[in-house]
């Protein structure tokens, strides 16, 4: 997977640009996006999945992952369909021209206008529903509305992901999908379906994934769930969640996209696909998308010593970027410094809560104010889950163009 970042005699490079030729020209912080490592994301997974002997891919990209306008217009033009969670996710996707007919609606919150507005006009390809409930309504206001909904069950197959406990989704006691048998009593409960129509079948285990052995069960699973419905379904979504290596200790356990490719072909193979035909095998990837093509670029306020700790305070914070702080996660901390003497640093924001920390017991190299610093690999949940706390402003978003020109989005 490509990283738009490179450093050469002690300066970083986005793309071909010197980060300090950007940062010249607005206020830090702000978040950094690079449309080439994007959309070569996005194609080695698409050539991954077209390797794989697997029926016709439609990659629906995570919107909840990075729901950049700029972006997104330039994955519907590579062909790219979306996965959306809310109202606000339909309009941001069609407005940057992803086509309703790729587009699937995840969630098991989905309210009243929500459905309305993924039924209207040419209704969305799929809701992937998650409760019997939500059926019984998405069927009353298609009747109201004239229409046949297109929908998927989103199946819970019962497997434990490994990845952090916040972003694993697919075990018995989990609120996302339905189990089994509750999917099977549902198909034997005619009032259901007189204005719907059951397309696919879905399964989304969780987010971050490494390891890929709750992923060959879950496909398992949805194959024989699909064998056993023994209706013709128009395709399978196998969700999202693959991960990245964030870290160099993720180097040795990460999954590529062809491990991945071929973990779902040999299961999905085995139990379904060998003797039934679908359209589409539609995916949901997020973050192994988009996370490498962004960084968020902050600067040093100050620093501080404090019981023998060197703390570098920058200017971007906790609400710019939750990740560090909501999960712990690990992201590489770059800066605009040749290599040198380094120091045992912890980086840390303004914010007033002892978890606004982007890195801590990192050795850097001593910093000065205004020097800049790169936290790596935000280019999905960063922007996206940023918030206002403490009165500040949400952070700009800067795209470097394929063609190399800055654009403030
Ligand atoms: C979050 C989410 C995804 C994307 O997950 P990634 O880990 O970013 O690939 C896909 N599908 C559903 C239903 C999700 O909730």
Same mark, same amino acid.
């Given at each position: 997977?490509?990283?738009p970042i490179t450093?050469k005699?002690?300066q970083l490079y986005f793309d071909t640009i010197a980060l300090r030729k950007i940062a010249d020209k607005l206020p830090t912080?702000f978040?950094l996006?690079?449309?080439?490592?994007?959309?070569?994301?996005?194609?080695?997974?698409?050539?991954?999945?077209?390797?794989?002997?697997?029926?016709? *891919?439609?990659?629906?990209?995570?919107?909840?992952?990075?729901?950049?306008?700029?972006?997104?217009?330039?994955?519907?033009?590579?062909?790219?369909?979306?996965?959306?969670?809310?109202?606000?996710?339909?309009?941001?996707?069609?407005?940057?021209?992803?086509?309703?007919?790729?587009?699937?609606?995840?969630?098991?919150?989905?309210?009243?206008?929500?459905?309305?507005?993924?039924?209207?006009?040419?209704?969305?390809?799929?809701?992937?529903?998650?409760?019997?409930?939500?059926?019984?309504?998405?069927?009353?206001?298609?009747?109201?509305?004239?229409?046949?909904?297109?929908?998927?069950?989103?199946?819970?197959?019962?497997?434990?992901?490994?990845?952090?406990?916040?972003?694993?989704? /697919?075990?018995?006691?989990?609120?996302?999908?339905?189990?089994?048998?509750?999917?099977?009593?549902?198909?034997?409960?005619?009032?259901?379906?007189?204005?719907?129509?059951?397309?696919?079948?879905?399964?989304?285990?969780?987010?971050?994934?490494?390891?890929?052995?709750?992923?060959?069960?879950?496909?398992?699973?949805?194959?024989?769930?699909?064998?056993?419905?023994?209706?013709?379904?128009?395709?399978?979504?196998?969700?999202?969640?693959?991960?990245?290596?964030?870290?160099?200790?993720?180097?040795?356990?990460?999954?590529?996209?062809?491990?991945?490719?071929?973990?779902?072909?040999?299961?999905?193979?085995?139990?379904?696909?060998?003797?039934?035909?679908?359209?589409?095998?539609?995916?949901? *990837?997020?973050?192994?998308?988009?996370?490498?093509?962004?960084c968020?670029i902050?600067s040093?306020?100050?620093?501080?010593?404090?019981?023998?700790?060197?703390?570098?305070?920058?200017?971007?914070?906790?609400?710019?970027?939750?990740?560090?702080?909501?999960?712990?996660?690990?992201?590489?901390?770059?800066?605009n410094?040749? *290599? /040198?003497?380094?120091?045992?640093?912890?980086?840390? /924001?303004?914010?007033?809560?002892?978890?606004?920390?982007?890195?801590?017991?990192?050795?850097?190299?001593?910093?000065? *104010?205004?020097?800049l610093?790169c936290?790596?690999?935000? /280019?999905?949940?960063?922007?996206?889950?940023?918030?206002?706390?403490?009165?500040?402003?949400?952070?700009?978003?800067v795209?470097v163009?394929?063609?190399g020109k800055i654009t403030i989005?």
């Amino acid at each position: 997977m490509q990283t738009p970042i490179t450093h050469k005699k002690g300066q970083l490079y986005f793309d071909t640009i010197a980060l300090r030729k950007i940062a010249d020209k607005l206020p830090t912080p702000f978040y950094l996006y690079s449309e080439h490592t994007l959309i070569e994301n996005y194609k080695n997974f698409l050539h991954a999945a077209q390797d794989a002997n697997l029926p016709a *891919p439609l990659i629906c990209f995570a919107l909840k992952a990075n729901p950049n306008p700029y972006l997104l217009k330039k994955l519907a033009k590579e062909g790219a369909g979306a996965d959306i969670v809310s109202g606000g996710e339909l309009a941001r996707a069609t407005e940057s021209g992803i086509s309703r007919q790729k587009i699937v609606f995840s969630g098991v919150g989905k309210t009243l206008e929500e459905i309305e507005k993924g039924l209207m006009g040419v209704g969305i390809y799929s809701f992937n529903v998650e409760s019997l409930e939500e059926l019984e309504m998405i069927n009353s206001v298609a009747k109201r509305l004239k229409k046949c909904a297109r929908v998927a069950f989103r199946f819970n197959p019962e497997v434990h992901a490994k990845t952090h406990k916040h972003i694993s989704t /697919g075990f018995k006691s989990h609120k996302f999908g339905l189990l089994r048998k509750d999917i099977l009593k549902a198909l034997k409960t005619k009032s259901l379906w007189s204005h719907v129509k059951l397309v696919g079948l879905s399964v989304h285990i969780g987010s971050q994934l490494t390891c890929l052995k709750a992923t060959g069960k879950a496909m398992r699973e949805l194959g024989m769930l699909a064998r056993e419905i023994n209706m013709p379904l128009e395709f399978l979504d196998v969700g999202g969640g693959l991960g990245i290596d964030y870290a160099p200790s993720d180097k040795n356990t990460y999954q590529t996209p062809n491990d991945y490719m071929q973990v779902i072909s040999k299961n999905l193979q085995k139990t379904y696909l060998k003797d039934h035909t679908i359209k589409h095998l539609v995916f949901e *990837p997020g973050r192994v998308i988009s996370a490498r093509a962004g960084c968020f670029i902050t600067s040093v306020i100050r620093t501080k010593k404090s019981g023998g700790q060197c703390f570098v305070i920058v200017d971007g914070g906790m609400n710019d970027f939750v990740r560090t702080s909501l999960y712990g996660a690990y992201h590489e901390i770059l800066v605009n410094k040749k *290599p /040198g003497r380094k120091i045992n640093s912890h980086v840390v /924001g303004p914010i007033c809560e002892t978890a606004d920390c982007f890195a801590t017991d990192r050795m850097l190299p001593p910093l000065q *104010p205004n020097d800049l610093v790169c936290v790596a690999d935000v /280019g999905a949940y960063g922007f996206s889950m940023a918030s206002m706390y403490n009165m500040r402003k949400l952070p700009k978003e800067v795209v470097v163009t394929k063609s190399g020109k800055i654009t403030i989005t």
